[in-house]
């Protein structure tokens, strides 16, 4: 399955529903006093919308990516008028106030930092409208708190949901190659260090409402810190040779979409389709290819279905849909 003009008008119009919708909304905010009790709207006048920051965020992504690749869809039109009217200097300004409050160190880390630095990257290949010029204070603020988170992060972070420090990477990485030579050289070391070692996975995937492979993303960001010289004796040993694709890395079932944490799952499906795909393409002509590749086509036709639906999926599932489409 690729990504087709049809998909994208779908994905399109999903996201133009939900990131300028500002209720129902999750927020992740530290009171720092009785007055500081204020609506989601206030601190985040860009990313209010999605029911959450990041979902916003990454949200955004796909809406200016999807305006990239099919810039003549009747929806490109309405996605830049909402952008214009979404990523001005003032709203930014208020966006990087907030992170500048002592008791937001933490805010949205590590997964908010990387599709932020993603979505700074996207915006920039739209020059023409100054989103991503606006946006860099807030993306280079991110940056410096990644270096000087993964100077205090002694031990990978392995768990399948946000807190993944090898997702965050993978996007952050991207950004960090055509801005920041010391956050990619923090990123490639830091990586080397905290993975290079591990070998024969046997974790007990999936988790009940986990999104991410912890395997498959750690897997997917070496590819991109590897050589391919390092990168398949080591992939070899960690999930080929011992069967574990084969035998384990099967598409997830979702037994309540309505239920956030559950529909967590059906982007676990799409997030290994994703990864595969990124795995297969740094392993070329390897036998492990056809399973590899069998694998993620099994895992993307299982979520596709389900991108749109309830609202606990649709306000974030057709941006790790889209990850895989273009993967591929």
């Not at 129902?24 to 601190?43: L, M, N």
């Not at 399948?160 to 190659?177: K, P, Q, V, Y």
């Not at 069998?294 to 599932?317: I, Q, T």
Request: proline share 6%; aromatic share 12%; glycine share 8%.
């Amino acid at each position: 399955m690729e990504l087709t003009e049809d998909i994208a008008r779908n994905f399109a119009r999903i996201a133009l529903g939900h990131v300028a919708r500002p209720y129902p909304y999750k927020d992740d905010h530290v009171f720092e006093g009785e007055d500081d009790v204020r609506a989601p709207r206030e601190a985040h006048p860009v990313f209010f919308g999605s029911f959450d920051w990041h979902s916003c965020v990454h949200g955004w992504w796909t809406l200016l990516t999807l305006r990239r690749l099919y810039p003549d869809i009747p929806e490109a039109a309405a996605i830049t008028a909402l952008a214009e009217g979404t990523f001005t200097e003032e709203k930014l300004a208020v966006e990087l106030a907030y992170l500048e409050r002592p008791s937001s160190r933490g805010f949205e880390r590590p997964y908010g930092w990387g599709w932020l630095l993603y979505l700074h990257l996207e915006a920039e290949r739209a020059a023409e409208h100054g989103w991503g010029e606006r946006l860099a204070p807030l993306a280079r603020a991110f940056a410096a708190r990644l270096v000087e988170y993964l100077r205090i992060l002694t031990y990978p972070i392995t768990v399948g949901t946000h807190f993944n420090t090898s997702f965050a990477l993978i996007l952050a990485r991207e950004w960090a190659a055509r801005h920041d030579p010391v956050l990619l050289a923090t990123i490639d070391d830091w990586s080397i260090a905290g993975f290079s070692h591990r070998d024969d996975y046997r974790g007990w995937e999936p988790g009940g409402d986990e999104f991410l492979s912890p395997v498959l993303c750690a897997s997917m960001l070496m590819s991109r810190v590897m050589p391919f010289t390092q990168f398949e004796p080591w992939v070899d040993g960690l999930v080929l040779g011992n069967g574990w694709i084969e035998r384990e890395c099967r598409p997830v079932t979702v037994s309540d979409r309505s239920d956030g944490k559950i529909a967590h799952l059906d982007g676990l499906n799409l997030s290994r389709a994703w990864c595969l795909r990124g795995i297969g393409k740094a392993l070329g002509d390897h036998p492990a290819l056809p399973l590899i590749e069998l694998r993620a086509s099994e895992h993307l036709n299982a979520a596709m279905p389900h991108v749109a639906g309830d609202y606990m999926g649709e306000h974030w599932l057709a941006s790790f849909a889209l990850l895989a489409l273009l993967e591929g």
